[in-house]
């Protein structure tokens, strides 16, 4: 059965930054794009970056380029969401997705976390 956890969401001031975590069981991320999406009360869910090991990093979000980037640890089976220079409208729940590619669209995805909600206030 295929799991994914994430965690590292909070509270953080303007300007912050902040390190998701998306923790696999049941698959080896390695073999798998991992997409993160947000959702924002009110708001459709939308998609921030996938990461590849074929192809990188995709970026869908215009908002996270230059501030976001992403990582994979092989060994723990977990890839990683940076954030950095966080504005109160990166405020949302944030979840992991995996597929056999990177797509843009979140009905694409099989696999998905329970999300991690980020807070960006002061």
């Known amino acids: 059965q295929v799991h994914l956890v994430e965690s590292g969401g909070g509270l953080v001031q303007p300007g912050g930054s902040l390190r998701l975590s998306c923790a696999a069981s049941?698959?080896?991320?390695?073999?798998?794009?991992i997409a993160w999406f947000r959702q924002a009360p009110g708001k459709e869910r939308e998609g921030v970056l996938c990461?590849?090991?074929?192809?990188?990093?995709?970026y869908y979000a215009d908002s996270a380029k230059g501030r976001f980037t992403s990582s994979r640890d092989g060994a723990q089976n977990t890839v990683y969401l940076h954030m950095n220079t966080l504005k109160p409208e990166d405020t949302a729940a944030y979840y992991c997705?995996?597929?056999?590619?990177?797509?843009?669209?979140?009905?694409?995805?099989?696999?998905w976390g329970q999300g991690t909600q980020v807070t960006v206030s002061s």
């Open positions: 990461i590849s090991v074929a192809d990188g990093i995709h």
């Open positions: 997705a995996a597929q056999w590619g990177c797509y843009k669209a979140a009905s694409e995805y099989e696999y």
């Open positions: 049941g698959l080896t991320l390695d073999d798998y794009a």
